[in-house]
């Protein structure tokens, strides 16, 4: 399966985060409370890690950074590992790995 989680960050002001990637077609998308605030494909990349950043919240404000680590060859094929951070604290840590139905249904 491709790499897909969701989070939710806040006390008094929750915010739900839906995070997607599909490694061997390279669709990437990052949802903020169900809507795109990032939307992109990945072609080909030379770096291992890849970072997302983004602020949210109105009344209680969060700093977001999730980072996409890939291995070093094959990586279309192998386990991907998404790690999330809150305000500069690691809150979780997701793996993902490509299934024959992430080839071939996008």
Avoid: P
Wanted: net charge positive; glycine share 8%.
């Amino acid at each position: 399966m491709a790499l897909k989680f969701n989070f939710k960050v806040g006390e008094s002001e929750i915010h739900e985060i839906e995070f997607y990637f599909n490694q061997f077609w390279g669709n990437l998308y990052i949802k903020l409370d169900g809507k795109n605030i990032e939307k992109t494909i990945r072609f080909l990349s030379l770096s291992l890690s890849k970072v997302y950043e983004f602020d949210l919240g109105e009344k209680e404000k969060h700093h977001i950074k999730i980072e996409l680590i890939r291995k070093l060859l094959l990586a279309g094929f192998r386990e991907y590992l998404g790690k999330v951070y809150a305000d500069g604290n690691l809150l979780q840590e997701f793996r993902g790995n490509l299934s024959l139905k992430d080839l071939f249904f996008k």
